[in-house]
């Protein structure tokens, strides 16, 4: 078999609808807002373009709608160079997210209804298998059914990729998926949501990833916002501070910048931590601009930020 290279990712598009305001409205209030974005987003595909733009090889798997949102989807993987193995549907809305940011943070809150993508299945994953079982890396998350990524991860281990899983959105997950993860990660809230208590200081994340090691994942990374992220193994544990590129205009994909970034380090062979630090870099350039994909760092700008750090 040849030398496995490139990253495979599964999950959904969303048109990222953003609102920024003082805060979210109450019900029958109208509140006016300052500003608003619409551009490309979801889970997945964010972390897709987040890895391309940081010098990964790319393929994203997923479903849009033949729909105008589903041309913004395609002409953003091109210009990120995704290369984008996405199933178009007649009669099917592409996904869209509702985001509310807050002007004075920059935090948010987002509702997604996931559209054609909510269709991905395990025939998805299986039309893609020769581009999976020939990955360095498949990495997925939870905006899609659960069955798809489950069997994802499980083609992806068996072929001997290395498998990320992000279980996000939070929710309650099978234990057999811990054992397919070679790094699951969660941020604060989706961790504290899996192992059933809150993540407000250091030695709640440590306990926290211990226990996500301990149910069968090989290591376990909790991203801590402005706290910077905690990677845990057996035999080795380290926070990584985060960095500051400028100050913080939208957190909305911060997680995903994370992702992608460390999805592309551990593709070029850097070690867990090293991984775990470059990922943080691209977060904190992605903050300080508004959007999503669009606010996606280039390696020049990675690379430039830990240079300086």
Known sequence: MSEKSGIVILGIFAADTAYKAKRLPHIAETLMGSGFTLGPGGKGSNQAIAAAK?????TFISRVGNDPFGDMALAAYAKAGVKANVMRMEGVSSGAAFIFVDEVSGDNAIIVAPGAAGLIGIEDVDANRAEIESAAIFMTQLEQPLEAAMHGLSMAKRAGATTIFNPAPARMIPDSIYGLCDFIVPNEVEAAELVGHSIETDAQARAAA???VDRGAR???????????YYYTAGQSEFVPALQAANVVDTTGAGDAFLGGFAT?????????????????????????????????????IDALLRSA
């Open 210 to 212: 211990s226990t996500l």
């Open 219 to 229: 290591a376990a990374i909790i991203t801590l916002g402005a706290r910077g992220a």
């Open 54 to 58: 940081a010098g990964g090889k790319v």
């Open 265 to 301: 380090a551990i593709s070029e062979g850097q070690a867990p931590v090293e991984a775990v630090r470059f990922g943080c870099a691209t977060a904190a350039i992605a903050v300080t601009r508004p959007g999503t994909a669009p606010a996606m760092p280039s390696r020049s700008e």
